[in-house]
């Protein structure tokens, strides 16, 4: 008799052209969603998120992979203006002290940018990592300790991409004392600080990152970023074709197939 084993292998072989790949509508989406997502700063709206709205969106955080399945990830909600204007203190102050460390005429353009929504969006939220919450010894952090740092990002990514689709707006404040807005939030000591967001619906998405219409930087080509067998090792000219038409059709609004 055979066992089971082999049945799921037998099975797998039969149904081998059954790829699982979405439909090509689903496939589109997910690109969509992708490509489309935009580090929103100033276009927030009043409008409250929905309860169910942003529990969707915090169980897409919750559902990123993570090291160990660990689930390294808590998440603090901030609805409260007299809150938010003390985040938004904190922004101040780190953001006067970045404009010093550019040159001067980046400087200029950098205090011209608006870098932030933490008072506009009516929501705004940190995310931290509990790096001991698997215990000393977690599978898959053995030789790579900051991989619990990693999968909280991906659980960042999550939320970022759930939020694009639900029409909301996130922008991730960096611009900010990580130490000074724990103990702000009252967030243990121990824990590390991944992310400030600001969530919101807004008024329209942008069609390219504005640091990247400001001329702050270009979008860097693919190319020149694949490297095929190892470092050296320039992008295939079959793939180089693949990836520079992509680009072209992204740059051009066409998010899939």
């Known amino acids: 008799m055979e066992n089971l084993g082999e049945n799921l292998a037998r099975s797998d072989l039969s149904d081998h052209h059954d790829d699982h790949a979405f439909d090509a509508q689903a496939r589109d989406a997910v690109y969509r969603a992708i490509f489309t997502r935009r580090d929103v700063r100033g276009q927030f709206l009043p409008d409250a998120i929905p309860d169910e709205q942003l529990a969707r969106v915090l169980n897409a955080a919750h559902h990123a992979p993570s090291v160990g399945f660990m689930q390294p990830w808590d998440f603090v909600l901030v609805r409260a203006p007299e809150t938010k204007a003390r985040v938004h203190g904190l922004f101040e102050k780190a953001h006067a002290e970045a404009a010093e460390m550019f040159d001067d005429e980046r400087r200029e353009i950098y205090r011209k940018l608006k870098l932030e929504g933490i008072r506009e969006a009516p929501v705004t939220l940190c995310v ?62 121990r824990l590390t600080l991944i992310a400030y967001l600001c969530i919101g619906r807004v008024s329209r998405f942008f069609d390219k990152p504005e640091l990247e219409s ?30 520079g038409d992509q680009q072209d059709r992204i740059a051009a609004g066409a998010f899939g197939g």
């Open 128 to 189: 931290a990592c509990d790096r001991d919450r698997a215990g000393p010894v977690v599978i898959g952090r053995t030789h790579q300790r900051e991989m619990d740092l990693f999968s909280s990002v991906c659980a960042v990514q999550n939320l970022w991409l759930a939020a694009r689709a639900e029409g909301l707006g996130v922008g991730w404040v960096s611009i900010v004392d990580a130490e000074a807005l724990k103990e702000c939030l009252g967030i243990p000591e």
């Open 214 to 243: 400001a001329g702050w930087r270009r979008r860097l080509p693919l190319t020149d970023l694949v490297h095929e067998e190892d470092w050296g090792g320039s992008c295939g000219e079959a793939l180089g074709t693949a990836l």
